[in-house]
């Protein structure tokens, strides 16, 4: 589906273009058949206008340095849409994320600017190995002092054990379905 050097062109283009876009996908609640969060998902949209997922562009973006303006795109989209809307939202972070100062100060800038943090949750790729818990362990803190919420995404899936949970102080463990 393509070379990691098109790709790498394909997101610096989609970038410049505006054309990395959170899709935002709903979470209904079993019992109540009603919409109760949306998850903000990365989308490259092609030159034919199809969306295309992180599967084929993530690791092209961490490779070629692209990575930190995809996270800043989606987390200024992400609120900015939520500003006025009256329902929860999730974002997801990597390990990464967690570690960057400059996504930390984005994200706290973010929650202080907008008052939405008691319906955010802050979902952590659980595919990536946690390095650096006295990191994670500081955003974590910070974000909840704005009513904002962790959870781990995809536990199970990757790195995981129970050290997740007693080192971070999560509200949701996102059981991966394999």
């Not at 098109?6 to 019992?31: G, H, M, R, T």
Request: glycine fraction near 4%; charged fraction near 25%.
């Amino acid at each position: 589906f393509g070379s990691n050097i098109e790709w790498a062109s394909k997101l610096k283009d989609a970038f410049k273009n505006d054309k990395v876009v959170p899709y935002y996908q709903p979470i209904l609640n079993n019992k109540t058949h009603q919409i109760e969060k949306y998850e903000a998902l990365a989308r490259l949209i092609d030159a034919d206008g199809n969306a295309i997922t992180p599967f084929y562009f993530l690791d092209v973006a961490k490779k070629s340095h692209q990575y930190l303006e995809l996270t800043e795109r989606m987390i200024d989209k992400t609120f900015r849409y939520f500003k006025n809307k009256a329902c929860e939202l999730s974002i997801n972070l990597s390990e990464s994320d967690l570690a960057d100062f400059s996504i930390n100060t984005l994200i706290i800038k973010k929650l202080q600017s907008y008052g939405i943090g008691n319906r955010i949750t802050f979902e952590i790729v659980e595919s990536e190995n946690i390095d650096d818990y006295e990191m994670a362990t500081q955003f974590i803190q910070e974000v909840k002092k704005f009513g904002a919420k962790i959870a781990i995404d995809d536990f199970g899936a990757g790195f995981s054990n129970f050290q997740h949970v007693s080192q971070l102080d999560v509200d949701y463990l996102k059981i991966d379905g394999s």
